[in-house]
């Protein structure tokens, strides 16, 4: 069964730094997402992207955010300067087109950031 | 705006157990609710859903029913195996986010011994 896969599971950065964490979505997927849980905290929506751009994001998603597709198969989340209260398990997920009508979201395995 | 609110956890049964996790929820219009389920070390997994009130959803042996007037959505299963030992979620996805943006409960551990 085709899954969302997320690299690396686990990254260690010292404050200020920029990290890049990387998701494979499902290859015939076109919504891709970026949430994350603070630890002991609610899974949070950070952004959602479709065609290439932003089409909605959330109040954590500052300028210190970005998203990138860069080729057929990558879609990343960049941290520019990273601050302590960045440390928090970051999910991707992906989504199909509207031909399938589905409302299913399809979700990795999550990469923990630990910012120091 | 929307919000989900589960039972606080952890929850701890013994296996053949009945279990229920509750889920209530806020959100204007009729949204779409969904369970998920995170096993240790893996990424978060539909378990269930349902799309319109009274809808009941049902897999694995789990049922949730989509319920308007109380505005909950309360996971069961009527015996619990070691196996189902995870973290649960409830989410919503609200009317009119074309985008598909899904609003989480803050999770239930569930721990099901021997």
């Known amino acids: 069964e085709p899954e969302v896969t997320q690299t690396p599971s686990h990254q260690v950065t010292q404050m200020g730094q920029e990290v890049i964490l990387r998701c494979v979505p499902i290859s015939n997927h076109l919504y891709f997402y970026w949430y994350r849980q603070i630890l002991g905290q609610k899974v949070e929506f950070l952004v959602s992207f479709y065609n290439n751009e932003i089409s909605e994001k959330s109040e954590i998603f500052d300028d210190q955010f970005s998203v990138e597709r860069p080729d057929g198969s990558n879609f990343t989340l960049k941290i520019r300067s990273t601050k302590l209260e960045d440390s928090a398990m970051y999910f991707c997920?992906?989504?199909?087109?509207?031909?399938?009508?589905?409302?299913?979201?399809?979700f990795g395995p999550g990469t923990r950031l630990t910012v120091l | 705006g929307n919000s989900v609110t589960q039972m606080e956890g952890p929850v701890t049964l013994s296996e053949e157990a009945f279990l229920t996790i509750n889920c209530t929820y806020t959100?204007?219009?009729?949204?779409?609710l969904f369970w998920y389920v995170q096993y240790p070390g893996e990424g978060l997994q539909l378990l269930l859903k349902a799309t319109k009130a009274d809808d009941k959803g049902s897999n694995k042996g789990f049922e949730a029913t989509y319920r308007k007037e109380t505005t909950s959505f309360h996971l069961e299963k009527g015996s619990v195996q070691v196996s189902d030992s995870a973290v649960y979620f409830c989410a919503l996805r609200g009317r009119g986010t074309s985008y598909g943006k899904l609003t989480f409960g803050q999770g239930t551990i569930l721990t099901v011994h021997p």
């Open positions: 959100a204007t219009g009729y949204p779409s």
């Open positions: 997920a992906s989504r199909p087109t509207p031909v399938t009508s589905t409302d299913t979201q399809y």
